[in-house]
């Protein structure tokens, strides 16, 4: 199991005392551990798997599993806990949901709500009803048959429909890569179902939203760039710059529809998650987290809008409100004329041997947070490549200028380096920060 380490700044709140079950605990849902006994909370973390890597943060680690509902109440009753929150783990929102709802305990979510979040093809139907529109997708079941594949137009990706960073997909551009794809799809989707739509070759975007007591704000618009270098499989995120150059036509465009669809849907609190891809002045969503995200966008908001994510769930799950901050005020998409980015450095399978660069970089003062997830010894699997399991940290800056993030990122890039025991480059590369930062 890979490990964590978080660098970063944070102000203690204190709650008394109070006892929070956390569902969850992948690398990722540790940082929110730590914040919520920074916060003075005595934390319950429950995973099925017994070595969970953020167990070792909790005050007490147990071995529930977070889809079993009956378990998950009987252990929050048996520990006289005062509010559940879900982790970094799409798959566990509608759970969150019923052990909220069994044990009348506030949610940031209703039943209705997680399953659309969870689902993509539910999802995708939602937001068409709004204008929103999704990759154009074409029909094929598990018996792959060949009238509906002569209507493929390749290349396409084959995924299931609950699955998430980048787990079970696979990009095929012929015929014969179809029936492994649906076969791979099918062996990790917990309801058996797949979708197949049309490759996307344009810009990605990520679209960051907080909702607090009804008011919704669009807290980060980014650009984000994939590696090409592992064809086949889910391009994995490289990093991404904010705000996106796209930022004034999502706007425009998208974003009316956007708090239509929230709107109606009864959203009030949390933190959610849309991916988009912008081709040809349009823009077509792809996938969606109604959770605080690994990718950990909140980390920059913090230090720029001064607000954080963490605290505010926590504080949600534990009193049913979010706190006195005046989010209309506080959030700034733009984010108050400075530059950010976030960069992931992701590894080739084998057993690292060396890591240079990642200790020192806390020195700098434009980070404003790391989280690194694998340490000398650690072994990357080969099946974990193509998913965001195979991301050894993810950096955090904060700039004045576009000119001064781009030598920053180009000096992260150029310092840190992988070998394996065998001496081997175990690093991908990065993205290109010229084409990026238009310079």
Known sequence: MPKSRTVENRLP??????????????????????????????????????????????DKACDVDGMDVPGLVALARAEGVD????????????????????????????????????????????????????????????????????????????????STSG???????????????VAKALSVSRGKRFIVEKYMECDDMGLYYTFKDGICSASCIYDRYTTNEQPGLSRVCLGGTYPSKHIGTYFDRMHPNALRLFRDMGIRNGVLML?????????????????????????????????????????????????????????DAYFRGKHAATLWFLLRAGTIGQIEG????????????????????DT????????????????????????????????????VKVRNIKGEDMLLRGFDVAAALGQ
């Open 358 to 377: 990642l200790e020192t970089a806390p020195s700098d003062p434009a980070l404003v947070g790391l989280v690194q997830r694998f340490y000398k010894g």
């Open 275 to 331: 991916s988009a891809f912008f081709k040809d002045g349009e823009f077509f969503v792809y996938d969606t987290g109604f959770h605080l995200q690994g990718e950990a966008p909140h980390l920059l908001m913090k230090a720029i809008h001064g607000f954080d994510q963490r605290e505010m769930l926590i504080r949600f799950a534990l009193t049913g409100s979010q706190g006195d901050l005046d989010l209309a005020a506080a959030d």
């Open 167 to 181: 787990t079970g997909m696979t990009v095929c551009y012929k015929t014969d890569e179809l029936v492994p794809a």
């Open 83 to 162: 509010g559940v929150l879900v982790g970094v783990a799409d798959p566990l929102v509608p759970s969150y949901c019923k052990v909220c709802d069994a044990l009348g305990f506030p949610c940031y979510a209703t039943q209705a709500i997680g399953d659309v979040f969870t689902q993509k093809d539910r999802f995708k139907s939602k937001c068409e009803e709004y204008g929103i529109h999704g990759i154009p997708e074409y029909y094929l079941d598990a018996d792959v048959r060949k009238e509906d594949v002569a209507r493929i137009e390749f290349p396409v990706m084959v995924k299931p429909v609950d």
């Open 13 to 58: 709140h204190r709650l008394g005392g109070k006892k929070l079950l956390i569902m969850g605990a992948n690398p990722e849902t540790a940082v929110l551990v730590q914040t919520a006994r920074d916060m003075g909370v005595y934390t319950v973390v429950t995973d099925y798997d017994h070595h969970a890597y953020a167990k070792k943060f909790a």
């Open 380 to 415: 990357v699997k080969q099946e974990w490549v193509g998913t965001e399991k195979q991301v050894l940290a993810r950096l955090y800056i904060v700039c004045e200028t576009k000119q001064e993030l781009g030598a920053k990122l180009r000096s992260f890039m150029a310092s």
